[in-house]
């Protein structure tokens, strides 16, 4: 791959804000639950007169907006939508991005790790508790009445307030299956509490079953899955990462007075001159001024043998410098390297929507009202026509629980983002999650590289002895020899 062919991103105003009449922004978003925020935060973008089109990822959490919209509009939607957005600007510090990705992402698995040993730390005493001692003992109730209430309130917060901001919007998503599943189990449990100790005569409602457990049971193990799936977003996204990683953060710079200074590569101008020793990774793309070396440029070409680079000799930035002290010219910014720009175009393979994907997205956004009318009717088929409200709301939170599509839309993006991640680090770039997709339609491959699909390095494959000198003899002399050679 010639690194000259990665395109360079678009030229910015003063304000980091793309000047092409339909530029492409890039934004960070915090405060997704499901697929269903993503998609929903999706419609929204793409209502806009101003996008041409728009992309929300839920798995890297990352939104791609095209067209005229600025950036305070952008943010503006998707703060009415109930989450937090971030303009990333199109010329970063690579540091500043690796520390902010890890961090967004530590504190989403913190989160949803809190919240699952809270729920599932409750419900396993409770229901310990339950089968053990819960029959003819009277504070027992009360106990799984709180542990209950409070999973509801600590575990189920985030889970109420992504519902209730969908449903102020007059939209539903998977968190308002969840949470309507989680109420309706305890609510019908109050109620059966509550009777069973103030009604005169109880009657039917003393042998009415109490489901303050599975309430808390219903909100630990959904967090407990959606930490699971925070792990392993974080790490299928540890491919960029890496790549980011490839440029050193420190470069050494010439400055005017002959004397060098030590400095973070993002504040290399294009012109400066600095400094790369033996063994060490080029900072910023740039010409060779003065030196020779042989460069192993292996991460954007794909040969694994060394390339000579003396005076006037382009070098790419993340590639490895051999022997040689080089004096380099850069011709880039330290914002905008061949690291960089491969970095991006993989993020952006990882955050596209493969064509399939919009049968899932199509079929999520009608599961959710479809669910809520079949647990509506199960509820009222059993309360009003068959006058059985117990099994009528056990049915009903049945319905809900079983029915959460989470994978439905995870599926997809998650097998695009490791698809397109894992590839990187074996020097394939993948251009788009369309590019992934039709891969598996191909019938034929063609390589044109050594060191595609070989090594390129000899190696000894037979040993042939004269008359007179065995194979052992024969190695053991040509070890010898070998031992003094450089």
């Known amino acids: 791959m010639d690194p000259m062919s990665i395109s360079p991103d678009r030229d910015t105003d003063s304000d980091g804000v793309a000047s092409d009449p339909a530029a492409t922004r890039r934004y960070r978003i915090e405060g997704m639950h499901c697929t269903g925020c993503a998609s929903e935060l999706q419609t929204a973008l793409r209502g806009r007169t101003e996008v041409e089109t728009a992309t929300v990822d839920f798995t890297s959490g990352l939104a791609v907006v095209e067209g005229d919209l600025a950036v305070e509009p952008t943010l503006q939607v998707i703060a009415s939508r109930g989450f937090e957005g971030e ?16 961090l967004a992402q530590a504190r989403t698995v913190r989160m949803w790790k809190r919240r699952a040993i809270i729920g599932i730390g409750v419900w396993i005493p409770l229901e310990l508790l339950h089968w053990t001692a819960g029959h003819g003992v009277a504070w027992v109730p009360w106990v799984m009445m709180l542990g209950g209430l409070l999973v509801l309130v600590v575990a189920g917060g985030g889970f109420y307030a992504s519902a209730f901001t969908a449903a102020r919007r007059g939209g539903t998503n998977m968190d308002t299956l969840i949470s309507i599943g989680a109420t309706t189990a305890f609510v019908w449990s109050l109620i059966v509490f509550i009777a069973q100790r103030t009604l005169a005569d109880p009657g039917a409602w003393t042998s009415l079953p109490l489901y303050f457990a599975e309430s808390a049971a219903l909100l630990g193990i959904i967090s407990l899955g959606h930490f699971l799936e925070a792990k392993a977003s974080a790490k299928a996204s540890t491919a960029v990462r890496d790549l980011l990683e490839l440029q050193p953060e420190v ?14 590569s993002s504040e290399i101008n294009i012109g400066d001159v600095y400094l790369v020793r033996p063994g060490g990774r080029i900072p910023v793309d740039a010409s060779v001024l003065e030196g020779r070396s042989e460069v192993d440029e292996s991460l954007v070409t794909g040969e694994p043998m060394p390339v000579g680079r003396g005076p006037g000799d382009p070098v790419v ?18 914002r905008n390297t061949t690291v960089a720009r491969i970095a991006s175009l993989v ?40 006058g059985d409200w117990n099994t009528g709301v056990v049915s009903t939170v049945t319905v809900l629980i079983i029915s959460c599509p989470c994978a439905l839309g995870l599926a997809t993006p998650m097998a695009v983002m490791v698809g397109a991640g894992e590839p990187s680090r074996r020097g394939i770039l993948i251009k788009s999650a369309a590019s992934l997709e039709s891969s598996g339609r191909l019938e034929a491959v063609v390589f044109d590289k050594t060191g595609t699909l070989t090594q ?9 002895a004269a008359n007179g000198t065995n194979d052992a003899e024969l190695l053991a002399k040509a070890g010898a020899v070998e031992a003094d050679s450089e």
């Open 317 to 334: 930035a993340g590639t490895l410098n051999g022997n040689g002290l080089l004096r380099l010219t850069a011709t880039v910014d330290g």
């Open 456 to 464: 390129g390095a000899m190696v000894v494959t037979d040993v042939v």
């Open 87 to 102: 303009f990333l600007e199109s010329k970063e510090d690579l540091s500043e991005t690796r520390s902010r990705m890890e």
């Open 347 to 386: 993020q952006n393979a990882q955050s596209s929507q493969a064509p399939i994907q919009r049968l899932a997205d199509r079929v999520s956004s009608i599961f959710v009202p479809t669910v809520l009318s079949v647990a509506a009717a199960a509820l009222f088929g059993w309360g009003i026509i068959m």
């Open 251 to 264: 470069a050494e710079r010439v400055e005017a007075s002959g004397e060098t200074m030590e400095v973070p």
